[in-house]
Nanobody, 123 residues
Framework: QVQLVESGGGLVQTGGSLRLSCTASGRTFSSYAMGWFRQAPGKAREFVAAINWSGGNRDYTNSVKGRFTISRDNAKNTLYLQLNNLKPEDTAVYFC????????????????WGQGTQVTVSS
């Protein structure tokens, strides 16, 4: 079992920045690929970013490339998502997730999920 807890969400103006954190407990964090997803009201859960166990392989959805950065600190059992140049369409609940695959981008590839943190971008 892996328990995941997200933090760092909030209300920010267009163009602002936030850093989301996802702290893991339980089984060895460094053995999992990790991902961030988001879900806006009335919409399906959407892939945002993924990272492999070492941090050497990363993937992003096109809409966030150049604005968001995924990273991890295995010594601290923590996953991060730096959100820059935020736009109103980035408003959503952001979830972190852990996968036993080398890297994963599809929800069913992930075994463990956090409860989410709300990001709201005002125009």
């Amino acid at each position: 079992q892996v328990q995941l807890v997200e933090s760092g969400g909030g209300l920010v103006q267009t163009g602002g920045s936030l850093r989301l954190s996802c702290t893991a407990s339980g089984r060895t964090f460094s053995s999992y690929a990790m991902g961030w997803f988001r879900q806006a009201p009335g919409k399906a859960r959407e892939f945002v970013a993924a990272i492999n166990w070492s941090g050497g392989n990363r993937d992003y959805t096109n809409s966030v490339k150049g604005r968001f950065t995924i990273s991890r600190d295995n010594a601290k059992n923590t996953l991060y998502l730096q959100l820059n140049n935020l736009k109103p369409e980035d408003t959503a609940v952001y979830f972190c997730a852990a996968s036993g695959n080398p890297i994963a981008t599809i929800p069913y590839e992930f075994d463990y999920w956090g409860q989410g943190t709300q990001v709201t971008v005002s125009s």
